[in-house]
């Protein structure tokens, strides 16, 4: 796909921030690594081959008895017994770390957590999972929250900032004012409330969130539709009989969404944030799942064990290092002054 020259130059500018360029390249190669977390680590094979057949454990469940096993329970790859019945007459292939995020190692060489070794590289947690595993996994979760939140935040600031800015008047006036007394809003105690009621998951977290992380996008949109909406050829197309939702999103967004793309990599980084906080304070996702932030709260629960701070500190250093680079680079890519 040919690019506009508009964006072409900018993509040029872009590239020259060579932070930023660097960043990106390393922060898309990190998230597609952890967005096929299952194939990287897991506690069954990628694929096993037995007396000519196929199977694909991570993807499908397989009894025992299908390896001539004794049990019509599901296989465990890892039982000796087991291994030595498929390796008699095939072969498997394992992921590059065997364990999931879940998955509790008994055969440690120190109680848990223990530290890192040739068997867990990152070492373990306080209940014997593998810390480099559930890394992966954590930094999928996170991304995945972050672009879900950022997404549907910069859609409906948008589309708000855009109907202020457009209509003016009345519908500006009592739009501020509502913003004003929404953004008041306690967030953290109102999340309190809300843990203490029901068990938060990925998508009441995401909506809750989504609540209030909109407004953000508001301002810089509002004032490019009160800029633009006075413009001739505006005013012209209006006079014409052009319809207001294709004034709005043809003709005034796109200068808009200059203002607004220079927003996306620090509210990324910022919904990542946000997740990591409630996460670490108890009051995100479920008790067991993969997160950085519970990774901090153990590195903090357990000062013996400098190993899981170190880890959670330095992911979330670098992924924030990465989306502040992006960021920079994607503002002076949209910056008049340098682009054009």
């Known amino acids: 796909m040919k690019l506009s020259y508009k964006n072409a130059r900018r993509w040029e500018t872009f590239k020259k921030h060579r932070m930023g360029l660097f960043s990106l390249w390393m922060f898309i190669a990190l998230f597609v690594f952890c967005l096929f977390a299952e194939l ?11 007396d000519g057949y196929y199977y694909f454990p991570v ?37 590059l770390v065997p364990y999931n995020y879940k998955t509790i190692i008994y055969d440690l060489n120190s109680p848990a957590p223990s530290p890192p070794s040739a068997q867990n ?13 559930r890394v992966i996994y954590g ?11 950022t997404i549907v935040s910069a859609i409906i600031g948008v589309i708000a900032g855009a109907a202020q800015g457009y ?9 501020q004012r509502f913003i004003e007394i929404w953004s008041s809003m306690p967030t953290l105690f109102l999340l309190i409330i809300l843990a203490s009621i029901i068990q938060p998951t990925f998508w009441i977290l995401l909506g809750f969130i989504l609540l209030f992380s909109w407004m953000g996008y508001v301002g810089a949109v509002r004032a490019e539709f009160l800029r633009g909406r006075n413009f001739e050829y505006v005013v012209a197309a209006r006079a014409m009989g ?18 607004t793309m220079t927003f996306v990599p620090f509210t990324l980084s910022g919904s990542v944030v946000i997740l990591t906080s409630l996460d670490f304070l108890g009051f995100g996702l479920p008790p067991g799942s993969p997160s950085l932030g519970e990774l901090l709260s153990q590195g903090k629960g357990n000062l013996q064990a400098p190993w899981l701070g170190i880890t959670a500190f330095n992911v979330l250093a670098l992924l924030m290092g990465l989306l502040v680079f992006i960021g920079e680079g994607v503002r002076d890519a949209f910056d008049p002054r340098t682009s054009y």
Do not use: C
């Open 59 to 95: 993807w499908n469940t397989y009894l025992e008895t299908q390896f001539d096993g004794e049990f019509e329970l599901e296989a465990d790859y890892k039982d000796p017994y087991v291994a030595k019945l498929i390796n008699d007459k095939g072969w498997m292939i394992w992921p």
């Open 121 to 133: 590289w990152l070492g373990t947690d306080d209940q014997g999972r593998d810390v480099l595993a």
């Open 40 to 50: 990287v680590a897991n506690d069954k094979p990628i694929l096993v081959k037995y």
């Open 242 to 259: 052009m319809s207001d939702g294709r004034l709005m999103f043809k003709h005034i967004l796109p200068n808009a969404m200059v203002a």
């Open 139 to 149: 930094f999928r979760i996170s991304v995945l929250f972050g672009f879900s939140l």
């Open 167 to 175: 209509y003016g008047g009345k519908v500006d006036l009592l739009f």
